[in-house]
């Protein structure tokens, strides 16, 4: 079976008279380990997804399967559970907390979670084991970003979601944060899905699903994803 499966997912948002169906019908399955894409324009329905697999929304219909444990079918406190356990989550604006230093902020996660990795250990990993003590203001938005990831993975998550990570980067350092990325699903084995609008990303999965107007519009896999030195956008 696979790691994670997504069944008839819908979510509707009501606005006044109007709704919205942001998760039409989605379909699609993730095997352990792998690195994924999920790739679409704006507005198609990407953040919606990602936000419902890490149990901090709920779908109206349909199942999300994790690793046999169906999170659409669960209590505000299993879910509650399972967004700290199991998903580490990384957002496009870094969402460190400001008065924290670096080691501070991963260790907010890590200090509520069983078995967690040391978090200067987590900050030397994602290469910043000189500015454990800094604050994020006193860190470039690639630094603040790679705490943000050392603070997601700290937790040793079953999957790794990262939504449009590289969006306030520049070019050298969005492909640096990927590069990070990429190394946590090849050498740790962690299931990663990395939402996008950027197609260059795309080469670098073994999955990529593509989202259109709320629906899976299409999957591919790659059998060789391309190395992250080797796509420009
Ligand atoms: N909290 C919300 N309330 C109302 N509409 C929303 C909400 N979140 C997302 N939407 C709408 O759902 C659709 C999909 O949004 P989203 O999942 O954020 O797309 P993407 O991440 O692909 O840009 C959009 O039309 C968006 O306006
Ligand atoms: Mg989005």
Same mark, same amino acid.
């Given at each position: 079976m696979a790691y994670i499966e997504v069944k008839h997912s819908y979510k509707r948002y009501h606005m006044g008279d109007t709704t919205i169906v942001? @998760? @039409? *019908?989605i379909n699609f399955t993730v095997n352990r380990g792998e690195l994924v894409v999920i790739l679409g324009a704006s507005g198609a329905g990407k953040s919606t997804m990602l936000n419902i697999l890490g149990g901090m929304d709920t779908n109206d219909e349909g199942d999300v399967i994790i690793d046999g444990q169906n $999170?659409?079918? #669960? &209590?505000p406190r299993e879910l509650t559970a399972y967004r700290r356990d199991d998903v580490g989550f990384v957002f496009q604006f870094y969402n =460190?907390? #400001?008065? =924290?230093t670096a080691k501070e902020n991963v260790e907010l996660a890590s #200090? $509520?979670? @069983?078995n967690a990795q040391d978090a200067t250990q987590a900050l030397k990993d994602v290469g910043l084991g000189d500015r454990i003590n800094n604050f994020p203001s006193q860190l470039s938005g690639g630094e603040q970003q790679r705490v943000a990831i050392a603070r997601a993975v700290a937790k040793n998550p079953k999957i790794l979601l990262c939504d #449009?990570?590289?969006?306030? =980067? *520049?070019y050298a350092t969005g492909k640096q944060v990927l590069q990070i990325i990429q190394d946590m699903s090849r050498q740790r084995g962690a299931t990663v899905i990395i939402v996008t609008?950027?197609?260059? $990303?795309? &080469? $670098?999965?073994d999955r990529v699903i593509h989202f259109r107007d709320a629906q899976v519009a299409g999957i591919d896999i790659h059998d060789q994803p391309a190395d992250i030195a080797d796509i420009t956008w």
């Open positions: 942001a @998760n @039409n *019908d $999170i659409a079918h #669960e &209590s =460190l907390v #400001e008065n =924290l #200090e $509520i979670v @069983n #449009e990570p590289t969006g306030a =980067l *520049d609008h950027n197609a260059a $990303i795309a &080469s $670098i999965a």
